[in-house]
């Protein structure tokens, strides 16, 4: 379950960005620094029960991200809290972290130990993992030579050998091919049986309304509406 | 999910770390016995050849010296370096900053172990017997790196804040070595600023280090004492900067 109470993120944009050491100290003798409020949230409050899958939907820049990293705990709200009940994955889109130097495998190390996986778990799911994303035979290949969709593929399948109560994606199925995307909608669908609470922020309003039990839409940072798919995107559509 | 191995974190990152610098290099690791080897032979020309500084055992004085001095300068610039690096991480996933701190600070801190197992392969080869006194070593990297590890936490959420806080400590480097007893022994140092010089940890730890390895002399326990408590003072410093920026820090990558 995730309660969020009245969260709202601020950011304090200066009217002249002052960046380096001399412009700081330069800005000081002048005057004070300048700045401009702005919310990239504003005022939240809203409650999701275990077991949900929850869509969030908004244009560009209404704060869809910043409230997923919030509740991802990588940024802190300025007001306000927040409460998950259980653990949460620790990232937020995929192939993060991964680095285009470095082959499959030692991506899956690298990330892995982030996820919290130790080598040794990593090698006895390794199989599994490059089996689900079906990239096996590119294993020792570096993933600069990847496609973008393959990252995306290996990334998903390295996710769901962690075990999270609650995650949290951020436009995770723009990139799979049309038959990633049933394998991993089937993924969603089994997590969801096994009471696992997701929070899924898309542009793909059919998917949206397909999958998703309450649909949250965020305009310029304030709650424009939380409710049944359905209603919200219509909404949505004639803002 | 279980929590988070951050010691595993750590290695994995700065074991890809290693292996992103030596990967398709035809020389590899030996790079980086090559940027002290020639510091070595540009400073004993200099000084020893030109300006005739006269020490005992002046090759292996200077090579210890430029060995300690930079692990020292190459650790706190790349620590600096990988949380920029890093940045995409810390902004996506919830993993404390000091895990890209450590892991950076690990890897140099490999890479000092390999330059200082050299060093004395290097002098053993030559037929200079290490000195009795040298059980010691040990404790002097010890001191070291958490000298190290001190000011990387201090300066890494500064150079995160300031863009160039980078260039700052290029310059702030470029002074310490020379008020550092790398080329020279401290005590040409004029008495009225001795006691201001030996302020320095870094001096402190160097001069102490060749005092064991190469002299076959244990310092003063005084001195070792304060070395030991400027050290500590700044590691704990560090620490506090380091837990008061937390995440904080993350929001100005």
């Given amino acids: 379950m995730i309660t969020i109470d009245s969260i709202s993120k601020k950011y304090r944009i200066p009217h002249e960005k002052r960046i380096t050491v001399f412009e700081t100290l330069g800005g000081y003798l002048r005057n004070r620094m300048e700045y401009q409020d702005f919310y990239a949230l504003k005022n939240i409050t809203l409650s999701i029960q275990k077991g949900e899958i929850i869509g969030l939907i908004g244009k560009n820049g209404s704060g869809k991200t910043t409230l997923l990293k919030i509740l991802g705990g990588v940024l802190s709200p300025t007001e306000g809290v927040f409460a998950i009940n259980g653990k949460v994955a620790p990232f937020l889109s995929l192939g993060v972290g991964f680095h285009h130097e470095l082959t499959a495998r030692e991506n899956l190390y690298l990330y892995g130990a982030i996820l919290g996986m130790s080598r040794n778990e990593i090698n006895e799911k390794l199989p599994d993992i490059f089996d689900f994303a079906g990239v096996e035979r590119f294993k020792d290949v570096k993933l600069k030579n990847f496609s973008t969709g393959m990252?995306?593929?290996?990334?998903?399948?390295?996710?769901?050998?962690?075990?999270?109560?609650?995650?949290?994606?951020?436009?995770?199925?723009a990139v799979g091919d049309k038959d990633f995307i049933p394998q991993s909608?089937?993924?969603?669908?089994?997590?969801?049986?096994e009471g696992k609470t997701i929070v899924l922020a898309s542009h793909d309003l059919e998917f949206i309304s397909k999958y998703c039990d309450r649909v949250i839409f965020l305009e310029n940072g304030n709650l424009g509406m939380f409710g049944s798919a359905g209603e919200v995107i219509k909404m949505y559509l004639a803002s | 999910m279980k929590k988070i191995n951050y010691f595993n974190v750590i290695k994995e990152l700065s074991w890809a770390d290693f292996k992103l610098k030596y990967y398709g290099s035809?020389?590899?690791?030996?790079?980086?016995?090559?940027?002290?080897?020639?510091?070595?032979?540009i400073l004993y020309v200099v000084f020893h050849s030109f300006l005739k500084v006269d020490v005992e055992h002046y090759t292996w004085f200077l090579l210890l010296g430029i060995i300690f001095w930079n692990f020292f300068a190459d650790a706190t610039k790349d620590s600096m370096q990988n949380i920029t690096a890093k940045a995409h991480i810390l902004k996506n996933i919830n993993i404390p900053p000091f895990v890209i701190i450590a892991s950076s600070l690990l890897h140099s801190f490999w890479t000092f172990l390999i330059g200082l197992g050299a060093f004395f392969l290097i002098i053993f080869i030559f037929g200079f017997s290490p000195t009795g006194t040298i059980f010691l070593i040990p404790y002097f990297i010890m001191l070291l790196t958490f000298f190290t590890v001190g000011v990387s936490l201090i300066i890494v959420p500064l150079s995160v804040r300031f863009k160039d806080f980078g260039h700052l400590w290029d310059i702030f480097l470029q002074m310490l070595f020379w008020i550092t007893p790398i080329v020279y022994q401290h005590f040409l140092v004029p008495k009225t600023y001795i006691k201001w010089y030996l302020l320095n940890?870094?001096?402190?730890?160097?001069?102490?280090?060749?005092t064991v390895v190469l002299y076959d002399k244990i310092p003063e326990s005084k001195q070792i004492l304060i070395t030991a408590g400027i050290v500590i003072s700044?590691?704990?410093?560090?620490?506090l900067v380091a837990k008061k920026s937390s995440r904080s820090f993350v929001e100005h990558l």
């Fill in chain 1, 151 to 173: 990252i995306g593929r290996l990334a998903f399948s390295l996710m769901i050998q962690t075990d999270p109560d609650v995650l949290l994606l951020d436009e995770i199925f």
């Fill in chain 2, 201 to 210: 940890p870094l001096a402190r730890i160097i001069v102490e280090t060749r």
């Fill in chain 1, 185 to 193: 909608i089937g993924i969603l669908e089994r997590y969801k049986k």
């Fill in chain 2, 26 to 41: 035809i020389f590899g690791l030996f790079w980086s016995f090559l940027k002290p080897f020639f510091m070595l032979i």
């Fill in chain 2, 234 to 239: 700044i590691f704990m410093i560090g620490l």
